[in-house]
């Protein structure tokens, strides 16, 4: 396994992910009951903007960056970059800000996870790659909450699941080095997840490259029995070349309510802000349900 998010740490695709994570965390803190949080996939859990690999591509320039400056932004955006704000200036003396107001620290969403939960609440993640691994246990070693462990997230998920809590989110979010394999893979973990814990709430994220390898993942969602299913798209480029990234999407099974309006607002400011290329749209969908 190649992969390193270390070099697309902030890149659109983690706005995204990681306004609607918190956007679902939040959600569950509403109740006052404990919830665990589940990641199959969780890589470092926080990465320097100022290092080699996120220089190399830059990345985050075309992504976080652009969305610093936003006036007004809606309530799941303005969330996330008080977030990423506040952890800066917790992270960074003074002097290490820089002055242009970009932020250095961004999160993976072990880190953003860990910060919105309380103390009652649980993580286990899941990460497979020894070094990514050792440096997540290093970032969490000192949070009891927190389970680290260096094992494939989706054998965990089928012993993780229920958790004691019977509230709480699985983010599934895979780096796809197996391409249309990894889609029936997530299928496959999800049916026998949500068997086991159908009141669970999941989030799936999955890249866009060719719309016909998505078709068949949507349709195996539409006719597996599971009763709530949300997914919103963020198209950069048409989705018409399997040579790049053109986008990404999230898949929600069992969002909080009302949840679908929230993205109606924060999805057009994305495009807006984010999107370079003719073509470029946003996409909100209930695939199941509502």
């Not at 679908?260 to 999805?267: A, C, G, I, K, V």
Request: net charge negative.
């Amino acid at each position: 396994m190649n992969y390193r998010h270390a070099f697309h740490a902030g890149n659109f695709a983690d706005v995204l992910k990681h306004t609607v994570l918190l956007g679902l965390l939040d959600a569950l803190k509403a109740k006052s009951t404990p919830f665990c949080y589940i990641d199959t996939h969780a890589g470092a859990g926080c990465y320097d903007l100022r290092d080699e690999e996120a220089n190399k591509t830059g990345e985050h320039l075309a992504g976080v960056q652009r969305l610093l400056a936003v006036k007004n932004p809606p309530a799941l955006l303005q969330r996330y970059l008080d977030e990423l704000l506040a952890l800066n200036r917790e992270k960074m003396s003074e002097d290490e800000m820089p002055a242009d107001g970009a932020i250095s620290i961004y999160p993976g969403s072990p880190l953003l996870a860990s910060r919105c939960m309380r103390e009652g609440d649980r993580a286990q993640l899941c990460e497979l790659q020894t070094d990514e691994a050792h440096k997540l246990r290093q970032l969490m070693r000192n949070d009891p909450r927190i389970a680290v462990h260096q094992r494939d997230g989706y054998e965990a998920l089928k012993a993780f699941v229920p958790p004691k809590e019977r509230r709480g989110l699985v983010l599934i979010d895979p780096p796809f080095e197996a391409q249309d394999d990894e889609f029936r893979i997530i299928e496959s973990a999800l049916a026998n997840a949500h068997a086991r814990w159908p009141t669970g709430m999941y989030a799936v994220w999955y890249p866009i490259k060719l719309r016909q390898q998505i078709m068949p993942f949507q349709r195996w969602f539409k006719s597996c029995g599971i009763r709530k299913v949300l997914v919103t798209e963020l198209l950069l480029q048409p989705d018409t070349s399997p040579l790049r990234l053109n986008g990404c999407g999230m898949l929600l099974i069992n969002p909080p309510w009302q949840f679908d309006r929230q993205l109606e607002q924060l999805m057009p400011v994305l495009l807006r802000e984010l999107a370079t290329a003719a073509g470029s749209s946003w996409s909100l969908e209930w695939l199941v349900g509502e």
